[in-house]
């Protein structure tokens, strides 16, 4: 006969509402008998999966790195659109940052989730700990083995920017990007590489420059162009004459340093960004960017945590890709004859 859960309270010499408070790692216990509880359930091979709760409560956790929406909005149209979902579907949604100095367990217990949408890069230490609670766990704009995730098509995107500066006429075509660590990151330089191949043309590596980390965003991705720049001076050789950078504040910072440097965009070095933010459309020139529907990526995340919560053996599925398209502005040399791919 299969180990049921008042067995477990039995061994524990606890109530059944503690084992359950226990295995979802619910606030309201002291740590000794949380241990305790969980200790009986592993000695009787009792599977916690079989506390499937009704999801209610959703926490949307955003790293330390990203909550700092007036530098980069991207995530906060990612949260409105997770938002809007839950209100559709009368769940009630918290918003929790952390970092690895952060105690996530604590912090967990105060918000008692009943699923947890995760946005943007996070510690490997910190997804083991989620994968450790027992519960649906959804990942947004990241991607990791055993989990369901919600991405962007970062490598059609990646495309598409390349596929429209060989169309014209660019070939030294530098890529600015960020941490490797980031999924999306990732997977925007290797759809610049991959580009190179598939056109035929000779990938210089000295064109692709990687910020430098715990400095501002836009302070790293300026500091990335005046390194390209000057790298072309040093060896006597010519400059970009385009950049992709892995986001619009990246490209936008970049632009202004060329502007700076007498340099005229776009007859002299065109620019692509990625994400399509407000500023992108405001800035001068407007800037080409790749865009996506950020609020579906939120609501998308959403969806697959009912989905889970509802089937849990479907839990390990492949990701969802959110479609990108390119929208040419004047940053490219943007023609009156050029419509939106």
Same mark, same amino acid.
């Given at each position: 006969?299969?180990?049921?859960? &008042?067995?477990?309270?039995?061994?524990?010499?606890?109530?059944?509402?503690?084992?359950?408070?226990?295995?979802?790692?619910?606030?309201?216990?002291?740590?000794?008998?949380?241990? &305790? #509880? #969980?200790?009986?359930?592993?000695?009787?091979?009792?599977?916690?999966?079989?506390? +499937?709760? &009704?999801?209610?409560?959703?926490?949307?956790?955003?790293?330390?790195?990203? =909550?700092?929406?007036?530098?980069?909005?991207?995530?906060?149209? #990612?949260?409105?659109?997770?938002?809007?979902?839950?209100?559709?579907?009368?769940?009630?949604?918290?918003?929790?940052?952390?970092?690895?100095?952060?105690?996530?367990?604590?912090?967990?217990?105060?918000?008692?989730?009943?699923?947890?949408?995760?946005?943007?890069?996070?510690?490997?230490?910190?997804?083991?700990?989620?994968?450790?609670?027992?519960?649906?766990?959804?990942?947004?704009?990241? &991607?990791?083995?055993?989990?369901?995730?919600?991405?962007?098509? =970062?490598?059609?995107?990646?495309?598409? !920017?390349?596929?429209?500066?060989?169309?014209?006429?660019?070939?030294?075509?530098?890529?600015?990007?960020?941490?490797?660590?980031?999924?999306?990151?990732?997977?925007?330089?290797?759809?610049? @590489?991959?580009?190179?191949?598939?056109?035929?043309?000779?990938?210089?590596?000295?064109?692709?420059?990687?910020?430098?980390?715990?400095?501002?965003?836009?302070?790293?991705?300026?500091?990335?162009?005046?390194? %390209?720049?000057?790298?072309?001076?040093?060896?006597?050789?010519?400059?970009?004459?385009?950049?992709? !950078?892995?986001?619009?504040?990246?490209?936008?910072?970049?632009? @202004?340093?060329?502007?700076?440097?007498?340099?005229?965009?776009?007859?002299?070095?065109?620019?692509?960004?990625?994400?399509?933010?407000?500023?992108?459309?405001?800035?001068?020139?407007?800037?080409?960017?790749?865009?996506?529907?950020?609020?579906?990526?939120?609501? +998308?995340?959403?969806?697959?945590?009912?989905?889970?919560?509802?089937?849990?053996? =479907?839990? =390990?599925?492949?990701?969802?890709?959110?479609?990108? @398209? %390119?929208?040419?502005?004047?940053?490219? !040399?943007?023609?009156?004859?050029?419509?939106?791919?």
């Amino acid at each position: 006969m299969a180990t049921t859960i &008042r067995d477990v309270a039995r061994a524990a010499s606890v109530s059944i509402g503690t084992v359950s408070r226990a295995l979802k790692n619910q606030p309201g216990l002291s740590e000794a008998t949380r241990e &305790r #509880v #969980v200790e009986a359930a592993r000695e009787l091979g009792y599977d916690a999966a079989q506390l +499937r709760t &009704r999801i209610r409560r959703v926490t949307f956790l955003l790293h330390r790195q990203h =909550n700092n929406f007036a530098v980069s909005p991207f995530f906060s149209h #990612v949260l409105h659109g997770f938002e809007e979902a839950c209100r559709e579907r009368r769940l009630v949604p918290s918003v929790l940052t952390a970092g690895p100095t952060h105690d996530l367990a604590q912090q967990m217990r105060l918000h008692a989730p009943d699923a947890v949408a995760v946005a943007g890069f996070i510690e490997p230490e910190l997804l083991a700990h989620l994968r450790s609670m027992n519960r649906p766990v959804v990942l947004i704009d990241l &991607r990791a083995p055993g989990f369901r995730s919600v991405n962007v098509d =970062n490598t059609r995107g990646a495309a598409l !920017a390349m596929q429209h500066l060989f169309a014209l006429g660019r070939k030294r075509i530098a890529f600015i990007g960020g941490s490797l660590a980031h999924y999306s990151i990732s997977q925007r330089a290797m759809g610049y @590489r991959l580009a190179y191949f598939e056109a035929g043309l000779l990938f210089n590596p000295t064109l692709e420059v990687t910020t430098q980390p715990a400095i501002d965003a836009d302070l790293a991705a300026a500091d990335a162009m005046e390194r %390209l720049i000057a790298q072309a001076r040093a060896q006597s050789a010519p400059l970009p004459d385009a950049v992709f !950078a892995y986001n619009d504040a990246a490209a936008l910072a970049a632009m @202004r340093v060329c502007l700076a440097h007498g340099l005229r965009v776009p007859e002299d070095i065109a620019f692509v960004g990625f994400d399509d933010i407000p500023a992108a459309a405001q800035s001068t020139p407007p800037l080409t960017t790749v865009t996506v529907d950020k609020e579906a990526l939120g609501r +998308r995340g959403v969806e697959l945590l009912l989905e889970t919560a509802q089937n849990q053996d =479907n839990a =390990n599925t492949t990701d969802t890709l959110v479609p990108v @398209r %390119l929208i040419p502005r004047a940053s490219s !040399a943007i023609t009156r004859t050029q419509t939106p791919v």
